[in-house]
């Protein structure tokens, strides 16, 4: 079975300052990994992925996640933190080598950048 | 441009009615699933079909009906069976290459009173 946890359910930083959102998984093979924003009464919009190779992945909006397969994390950062990315975040994992398309999401993170 | 539409964006409802909120997608996905959202639970899986005429119950199906007579419509039917129905409901879809992310639609707030 896979599961993702985000163990922040909220994290405030100050608008320049840089900003992390912390994901672990657990698959039992090579896991897909990605990342979600969601604004207010908003569907999910992709922001990046890992799937395969450098573990550094870069996305839209000026983010970009670390992937560590020994911490079994996939942490998504920015270096400097717009108050136009507040939002809620979510961590998803799939795992291919179960045959399925299926997703498992995180309960999601709150981000607050505080001008 | 290729999307997901869910209709309609807000939805009220007495309890014991049923109420059927609709998807439609024209990225040509063969797979579409439905999501349900609540405060601090994140997503929870509740139908999800991987071809037309063809379905599979998620985490949470109790209560709700779904059907996949085209590829491009997935139909969400909560029932007066669902004991909390009040929710945000998400439709989305993805193609068969195996890294695609999926996409979403906007969703549809249900408020049942």
């Known amino acids: 079975a896979q599961s993702v946890a985000q163990p922040e359910d909220q994290v405030n930083v100050a608008e320049g300052n840089p900003l992390t959102v912390k994901c672990t998984y657990s698959v039992s093979g090579n896991p897909y990994l990605f990342w979600y924003v969601q604004y207010p009464n908003r569907g999910l919009q992709f922001l990046l992925k890992?799937?395969?190779?450098?573990?550094l992945v870069k996305g839209s909006y000026g983010f970009e996640a670390e992937f560590n397969k020994s911490q079994t994390s996939f942490h998504l950062k920015k270096p400097s933190a717009l108050v136009s990315d507040s939002a809620l975040y979510f961590c998803?994992?799939?795992?291919?080598?179960?045959?399925?398309?299926?997703?498992?999401f995180g309960k999601g993170t709150k981000l607050s950048v505080i001008p | 441009d290729g999307g997901i539409t869910q209709s309609p964006k807000y939805l009220f409802r007495k309890e014991g009615q049923n109420v059927t909120l609709s998807c439609e997608q024209n990225?040509?996905?063969?797979?579409m699933y439905w999501y349900r959202q609540d405060p601090g639970q994140g997503l929870r899986l509740i139908y999800y079909s991987q071809i037309v005429n063809d379905f599979q119950k998620g985490d949470i199906a109790e209560g709700y009906s779904v059907s996949r007579e085209k590829k491009e419509s997935f139909p969400l039917t909560v029932t007066s069976a669902q004991k909390n129905p009040t929710a945000f409901y998400l439709c989305a879809s993805i193609s068969r290459e195996r890294n695609s992310p999926l996409h979403f639609g906007n969703g549809t707030r249900l408020t049942v009173t």
């Open positions: 990225l040509n996905h063969d797979a």
């Open positions: 998803a994992v799939r795992d291919p080598g179960a045959g399925s398309y299926q997703l498992t």
């Open positions: 890992y799937i395969t190779g450098d573990n």
